[in-house]
């Protein structure tokens, strides 16, 4: 069992930054894909960027270019640094993990925290 929790989340301004933190409780930290997903009001969960085990990385077309995902594997934390955030990004974002090498925004991931708030405002 792997329990993830997320910080960092709040309010920034359109165009501002924000970074994002999971913290995973396990001793194989580094046999995990982890992931970012996302979920608006109203609309479905999606996958914002994922990290292999290797450090490769896969991301949204919506978020390339503006968000950062990486990994501590010595501190078992993920990261999300977000910037030039946009309005459509406010979101719960939560993070998951899966024990395979690597996965992809549309992998079924086998555990997730419980999410962080993130509002972009104008």
């Known amino acids: 069992q792997v329990q993830l929790q997320e910080s960092g989340g709040g309010s920034a301004q359109a165009g501002g930054s924000l970074r994002l933190s999971c913290v995973a409780s396990t001793n194989s930290y580094s046999d995990y894909c982890m992931g970012w997903f996302r979920q608006a009001p109203g609309k479905e969960r999606e996958g914002v960027a994922t990290i292999g085990r290797d450090g490769s990385t896969s991301y949204a077309d919506s978020v390339k270019g503006r968000f950062t995902i990486s990994r501590d594997n010595v501190k078992n934390t993920l990261y999300l640094q977000m910037n030039s955030a946009k309005l459509e990004d406010t979101a719960m974002y939560y993070c998951?993990?899966?024990?395979?090498?690597?996965?992809?925004?549309?992998?079924?991931?086998?555990?997730w925290g419980k999410g962080t708030p993130v509002t972009i405002s104008s």
């Open positions: 998951a993990a899966r024990r395979l090498y690597s996965c992809s925004r549309y992998s079924t991931m086998d555990y």
